[in-house]
């Protein structure tokens, strides 16, 4: 996963912008998403080899669209505009884009009219995912049509002489049966990269950056035993050796024996000594009394840092703290697009930042950040090659409060030992049916604060309901709610039923996200 060569994608507010972005390193080339501001000159001293401009929710011909450097037209670097990327890109050069009498949206077959360059091994009448309502009605000279659907004449444009393309449909959407074809065209054949963004050179790059950075200082790391610091944790370890102190502070909201494992894990299989800290009865006592959900990660927060800070005044001093930063937190970082003249915001929040943010001053780190240009998919290669077991690379997204955000309502240790109960028995069912590998994220969410009647041995109960949470998803941007067989779903019933005291009814959750989100707090 070398630096070079890159395709630059300006981002005008799409939600599909960091999705390009992956499907793009899908082909081993590296990608990077860029605010549609960025000057040509910039693109120039990046090494750009192409640029894609993505869609957007504005339309080009309001007064105070977003629009791009002009010169980038000019630079003699392939473009492909996407969706309002081709609509700026038609406008900008002379043409003319309208409303559509019809918007399309959804799949739609694509009739090709030139199968060579950007189509290549297109199949004609191919599904492509439509999402727009206006439309190209004049090309600008010098452009001409690659394809159409029923509803939109220039479906993909192309001047040759300039290499300058565009497509109305979003081919880095999955429901686009020929999306990946026509970026592998876009990226191999017209912008001639090789694909040499690859998990090995990555390695090799990253070590080497580390060993630069660091010297022979040393360095603290966070373990929370998911995938990100895990595979951080055995990437450092690789560069530094034992100049990397890891830290496990132990909540005490962490599944039934995760912590156990995750020691046993790293000392005795790994040989990464591990600092382990117990504080659990603190975190507990900032809980205490607490039910509002924001309150409750603002507390577990703040109760992490102040651990932190004093155990890496024990075991200091440190010059580098390292982060599991990801390429998606680095574009939240980067700040929205907001238009000058209309004030809207144009870049859509990605996601929250949650590594060990917020740190006080006087702990005066330098960050060491090697993961920083990577995505969740990218990291998972990078600790399998790295010899990271599948229990963790495979690990199913888990909240930095842990279980805490998975009661409703006050966290005691009562409820705790619930929770885990009924989340130890799914998660066993889960994995004993084969299923944890096809979900993106199972679980169980407790409902303390709610009883219901029940019957058990002909006597009456009355206790709580635990509800049963399966999704799917390729971000956890979106998700839906996955179809687990009903007869995996009636042997985690009863045995949470019968083998957790407190819990007399099992449900299922059947919301996707949106318009809910994946946790419940």
Sequence with gaps: MGSTPIIAILDFGSQYSELIARRIRETQVYSEVLPYTTPATKLLALGAKGIVLSGGPNSVYDAGAPHCDEQIWHLGIPVLGVCYGMQLMVQALGGKVVKSERGEYGRA?????????????????????????????VLPPGFSRLAHTDNTPYAAIVHHGKRLYGVQ??????????????????????????PTWTTDAFIEEAILDIRQQVGDKRVLLALSGGVDSSTLAFLLHRAIGDRLTCVFIDQGFMRK?????????????????????????????????????????KRIGYEFIKVFEEESQRLGPFDFLAQGTLYPDVIESAGTNVDPATGKRIAVKIKSHHNVGGL???????????????????????????GLPDEIVRRQPFPGPGLAIRIIGEVTPERLEMLREADMILRQEINRSGLYNSLWQAFAVLLPTIRTVGVMGDKRTYAHPVVLRFVTSEDGMTADWAKIPYSVLETISNRIVNEVPGINRVVLDITSKPPGTIEWE
């Design 109 to 137: 077959p694509l009739t090709i009219d030139d199968p060579t360059d950007l189509l290549t091994n297109v199949e004609d009448g191919t599904t492509m995912w439509m999402s727009h309502g206006d439309a190209v009605e």
């Design 169 to 194: 449909f979003h081919p880095e959407v999955h429901h686009s049966v020929g999306g990946m074809a026509v970026i592998r065209n876009f990226v191999y054949h017209i912008c001639g990269c090789e």
């Design 257 to 297: 024996h995760e912590p156990e494992r995750l020691l046993k894990l790293f000392e005795e299989q790994f040989h990464i000594p591990v600092e382990y800290v117990n504080a659990s009865e603190r975190f507990l006592a900032r809980l205490r009394g607490v039910t509002d959900p924001e309150e409750k990660r």
């Design 360 to 386: 006080p001053p006087n702990l005066r780190f330098v960050l060491v950040e090697p993961l920083r240009k990577l995505f969740k998919d990218e990291v998972r290669k990078v600790g399998k090659a790295l």
